[in-house]
């Protein structure tokens, strides 16, 4: 069974960057769907950006051109580099492994607190 555990959060100002890295305790190289999902206050969880074993991405249209996903199949990791940061960004993110490009699938990391100042 993989476990995925997620690092990288914090609290950031606006307009800067921060880097969440969702490590597996098993191989990935498996799972063709990664992703990143978060969950503001109040709000559902929605997908923020996920990626095949391929490499074919997909992005939420909030976080397109500032966000972007990766995977490094040797390290068993998969990566969200977060760029140009907005107070709406604030959430807890969460890795997601075994869905599809535009849904989850039930691997879930613990989540991580994202906060941006504004």
């Known amino acids: 069974q993989v476990q995925l555990v997620e690092s990288g959060g914090g609290l950031v100002q606006a307009g800067g960057s921060l880097r969440l890295s969702c490590a597996a305790s098993?191989?990935?190289?498996?799972?063709?769907?990664m992703g990143w999902y978060r969950q503001a206050p109040g709000k559902q969880r929605e997908l923020v950006a996920a990626?095949?074993?391929?490499?074919?991405?997909n992005y939420a249209d909030s976080v397109k051109g500032r966000f972007t996903i990766s995977r490094d199949n040797g390290k068993n990791t998969v990566y969200l580099q977060m760029n140009s940061l907005k107070p709406e960004d604030t959430a807890v993110y969460y890795c997601?492994?075994?869905?599809?490009?535009?849904?989850?699938?039930?691997?879930w990391g613990q989540g991580t607190q994202v906060t941006v100042s504004s």
């Open positions: 997601n492994g075994g869905g599809g490009l535009s849904r989850p699938g039930s691997l």
């Open positions: 098993g191989r990935i190289f498996s799972i063709i769907y």
């Open positions: 990626i095949t074993s391929g490499g074919s991405t």
